[in-house]
């Protein structure tokens, strides 16, 4: 998928998500709930579509050792954040950046590279007292190139 189609396709699953939630409140009413089942098929061929398209492609490969170096590099940096925030109490903080490769490779493209350019922008508004913290320079570096990478596998495929 497109960029355009990726947020097209974020959105209806939002939308899924809510009629998911919210399920007592339409299911009286058969016309609706007959829409609500149209939708979720559409849905479903929609991310089977593709699902199809881009195992087609060539840089499949590459978008996921991109993905995964920058979940590696993110969260190496989150857990520098997470020990800096539960030192100075800021749970803000804690719960921001408390995010493990796993759980940022579960996450869609678009959302995974926002939650790590997150955890790199948490990381550059506390730079001067995360040395003490076990994260030096160049590692927040490549965790910043690891964003943008991601982001260029992505899009820059997407929009060729």
């Known amino acids: 998928m497109?960029?355009?189609?990726?947020?097209?396709?974020?959105?209806?699953?939002?939308?899924?998500?809510v009629l998911d939630r919210h399920t007592i409140t339409w299911q009286g009413l058969k016309a609706f709930a007959d829409g609500v089942v149209e939708f979720k098929q559409q849905v479903a061929v929609v991310?089977?579509?593709?699902?199809?398209?881009?195992?087609?492609?060539?840089s499949g490969e590459q978008?996921?050792?991109?993905?995964?170096?920058?979940a590696t590099a993110a969260s190496k940096l989150g857990k520098a954040l997470l020990v800096y925030a539960r030192q100075t109490g800021d749970t803000s903080l804690a719960r921001q950046v408390d995010q493990s490769p796993s759980d940022l490779l579960a996450l869609r493209d678009t959302d995974c590279a926002r939650a790590a350019a997150q955890i790199v922008g948490a990381a550059r508004t506390q730079l001067a007292?995360?040395?003490?913290?076990?994260?030096?320079?160049?590692?927040?570096?490549?965790?910043?190139?690891?964003?943008?990478?991601?982001?260029?596998?992505?899009?820059?495929?997407a929009h060729r």
């Open 2 to 17: 497109n960029a355009r189609q990726e947020t097209k396709f974020s959105m209806y699953l939002a939308v899924q998500a």
């Open 47 to 58: 991310n089977d579509t593709a699902r199809a398209q881009g195992a087609a492609g060539g």
């Open 63 to 70: 978008k996921r050792i991109a993905r995964q170096t920058l």
């Open 129 to 157: 007292a995360l040395a003490d913290y076990g994260c030096e320079r160049g590692a927040r570096q490549r965790g910043g190139r690891s964003a943008d990478g991601l982001r260029s596998a992505d899009f820059q495929a």
